[in-house]
T-cell receptor, first 115, second 112 residues
Framework: ETGVTQTPRHLVMGMTNKKSLKCEQHLGHNAMYWYKQSAKKPLELMFV???????ENNSVPSRFSPECPNSSHLFLHLHTLQPEDSALYLC??????????????FGSGTRLTVV | GQSLEQPSEVTAVEGAIVQINCTYQ??????LSWYQQHDGGAPTFLSY????GLEETGRFSSFLSRSDSYGYLLLQELQMKDSASYFC?????????????FGSGTRLLVRP
């Protein structure tokens, strides 16, 4: 356990389904992030929340919709996804700028398969 | 824009020393970080260099040369459990957001 918990660990969904990914941290961090990890590609930043406010949307398609109800919880709502959206979705949190002695704390991710 | 380059794969034997290089291009520099990720696991923070030189943490060391836009991760006394992917990362361009940009990762395979 890293202190950042993601559920579910695995998800298979059809292109017409609606599902949500959940991320929870109780580390007292004030920033939370969604990253997408595809095979042999860099981690791609999707969304950033700082003190519950979205500070960055990295040109992500609207079929991905984030929600941050409080500084401990982060959701990623999914609808009408495409097969190329199949990937590992990682949540992370950090205190302040996430550099220095502590860095980011990542969850173990949700392995998403779109069929 | 910003980009990081690191080798895609490195193979070494147990007990040896391996160095994973990272070169970066960034419009502003706020430090270089390293993360480790085992298959199926979460990336975990290893080290951070803001200033030039070598930072040592047990068997792992990280080096930075800002003038060369270059850094490396040094793993000594390799163990089988060190087989994993290693990512270098720099902070994003926009100062208002707390984001990290990652390299593609180096897959390290440690052989007996």
């Amino acid at each position: 356990e890293t202190g950042v918990t993601q559920t579910p660990r695995h998800l298979v969904m059809g292109m017409t389904n609606k599902k949500s990914l959940k991320c929870e941290q109780h580390l007292g961090h004030n920033a939370m992030y969604w990253y997408k990890q595809s095979a042999k590609k860099p981690l791609e930043l999707m969304f950033v929340y700082n003190f519950k406010e979205q500070t960055e949307n990295n040109s992500v398609p609207s079929r991905f919709s984030p929600e941050c109800p409080n500084s401990s919880h982060l959701f990623l709502h999914l609808h009408t996804l495409q097969p190329e959206d199949s990937a590992l979705y990682l949540c992370a949190s950090s205190q302040d700028r996430g550099q220095g002695a502590s860095g980011y704390t990542f969850g173990s991710g949700t392995r998403l398969t779109v069929v | 824009g910003q980009s990081l380059e690191q080798p895609s794969e490195v193979t070494a034997v147990e007990g040896a020393i391996v160095q994973i290089n990272c070169t970066y291009q960034t419009s502003g520099f706020y430090g270089l970080s390293w993360y480790q990720q085992h298959d199926g696991g979460a990336p975990t923070f290893l080290s951070y260099n803001a200033l030039d030189g070598l930072e040592e943490t047990g068997r792992f060391s990280s080096f930075l040369s800002r003038s060369d836009s270059y850094g490396y991760l040094l793993l000594q006394e390799l163990q089988m459990k060190d087989s994993a992917s290693y990512f270098c990362a720099v902070r994003g361009q926009r100062d208002s957001s707390y984001t990290l940009i990652f390299g593609s990762g180096t897959r390290l395979l440690v052989r007996p």
